[in-house]
């Protein structure tokens, strides 16, 4: 069903019983971003190579078993228009700093970004089954896929602490 009517905000588009769905034009998408933004854990922004700067994350569940599924949503906004590719990371290491678990990649393309383009990625890292029990870090950072160099942060930090869970047997 589409709506004559200028000043309509949702249209509902249904086929027969198979599926539904809404296409939701936003009217003040300043407004519709605040609010998604108050939903979410907002840190301290983190610059990455003064090309996007991490705005927040969703709230982390504190404790997992192995095979468990991690999933996390965090909220970025570009700086500048990337001149490269970029992945994006979020890894799970434990307290010797030793790889668990990984997300890389970017479901948009930083060639297209427009300065204060915000957008969310959601990230699933599966806690591998031989996972001993402890403490392990979720961590966050950038990278060119084509040169393997990372952002930094300030003067040479790579990543950002985005929280730490437990793994228990």
Known sequence: ??????????????????????????EDPARAVDQMLAAIDMTDPVQ????????????????????????????????????????????????????????DRLDVNPESWGIGDVFVLNHELVIPADAPPGIYKVTAGWYSPVTGTRLIIGQSQDVTLLGEIEIES
């Open 48 to 103: 990455f190579g003064e090309l996007v700067t991490l705005r927040g994350r969703s709230e982390l569940d504190s404790n997992f078993a192995p095979g468990d599924t991690l999933i996390l949503q965090t909220v970025w906004q570009a700086d500048q228009v990337a001149e490269q590719p970029l992945i994006v990371f979020v890894h799970l290491s434990n307290e010797a700093g030793e790889w668990f678990a990984g997300w």
């Open 1 to 26: 069903v589409l709506s004559d009517d200028p000043k309509a905000t949702e249209v509902n588009i249904t086929e027969g019983d198979l599926s539904s769905f809404s296409i939701h034009v936003l």
